[in-house]
């Protein structure tokens, strides 16, 4: 017998093996996604107790018990221990039953922007896939609805891992022309973007989710610029800004979840933006990665510019994300993009933790969270240190706003 032959009986070809490797790992995979996260499961936001209530609307707890009492505003459910339950669509009844009752504090009960504050659109951003882009897109939309804002969140990236942790399943769940690129399309199909927008299962967040579709935008925008197509949607990069505005009155924040590419899709993304948050991973090879982000982004922008864009952003910082302080090399990498960059880079940090990886798997943020999914004190400091990011970014809205 031909030795090659045996050897091929005996040893498994490489092609083989990839193959073979594959279609374990997938079905690995497969499995423990729908033990984390059933199929059918329909997701559903936990409800709050009185003091996180207190905490989310600055009305005392002794009120709100009061209240309740009194069968005054909305009517708590009541746990098994007799602890009163509030769902989020009854917090923000009480927010406007407050703003109501006390219009000179209303701005403490409903914080929504006033007339002449302008619609944020927050770009969350870097090439580099991991740098959590999408956790914090997904912390920041939960922690300002928590807050009464309403945010709408735009999941630009094919892989559509922002519109999964909303619930939204990509293949069975988002149809033909209903994600992000109906609303920017070329041809006769292109929608406004209020008819691609979704209600989402948490009060005060809609959703635009993504699927491979939004890859068409790639693949179009060569041509529309070739053929000069001239319709009122814009050059590619005008795209998403004119069409938010359509919807520019019912938001106070847009979130856009951007996908790991310097493509037109991100550059539409940046142009639309009014502030923008770079997340970056300290580690040496992640500053390099995003070296390379940041020459391109400029090299585009300088080119969106001779062609008579104005990008005006309120804010640009960099947010340091899976950080883990015990560890010298990234604390390395933090004293020197805090060096170089000064108060460009957000004081707070996201916390490197198990609670917020956990809590990923079943496509859930910390403050969906209920008690004992994750050890009580690794999710109190997880979700201490994501609060404080959150708050930067909201005290960097507040400013532009020209309420601090
Ligand atoms: N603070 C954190 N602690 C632990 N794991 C994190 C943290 N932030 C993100 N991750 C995990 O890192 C992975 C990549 O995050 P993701 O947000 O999907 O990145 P990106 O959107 O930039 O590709 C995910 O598995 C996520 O759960
Ligand atoms: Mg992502």
Redesign the pocket.
Known sequence: MNEMFAEQISWESSEAKIVRHAAILSSQLQQLRSRMYPPAAQKKLRSFLTNEVSSLTTIPSSTLKLMSNEGRGPIPDRLDNNHRAYTLPQINELRAYFAEHKPAEALRFLPRRRAGEHLQVLA?S?F???????????HLAHYLALYGYRVLAIDL?P?A??SAMFGSQPEVDVGVNETVYAALRYDDHRRPVREVIRKTYFDGIDLIPANLEVMEFEHDTPRALAGRVDDSGGIFFERLRVALRDVDEDYDIVLL?TP?SLGFLTLAAIYAATGMIV?VHPAMLDIASMNQFLLMMGDLIGVLNENGADLQQDFFRYLI???NPNDQPQAQVVAMLRHLFGTDVLTAT????????A???AKRSLYELEAGQVGRDTHRR?RE??DAVNADILNLIQVSWGRV
Do not use: Y
């Open positions: 969350i870097n580099k896939g991991g740098s959590a882009k999408t956790t914090t897109s997904v990236d892989q891992s922002l979840d790991p997340t994300t899976r950080h996201a916390i490197e933790s198990t609670a917020v990886e809590a990923g798997l997880a240190a994501i």
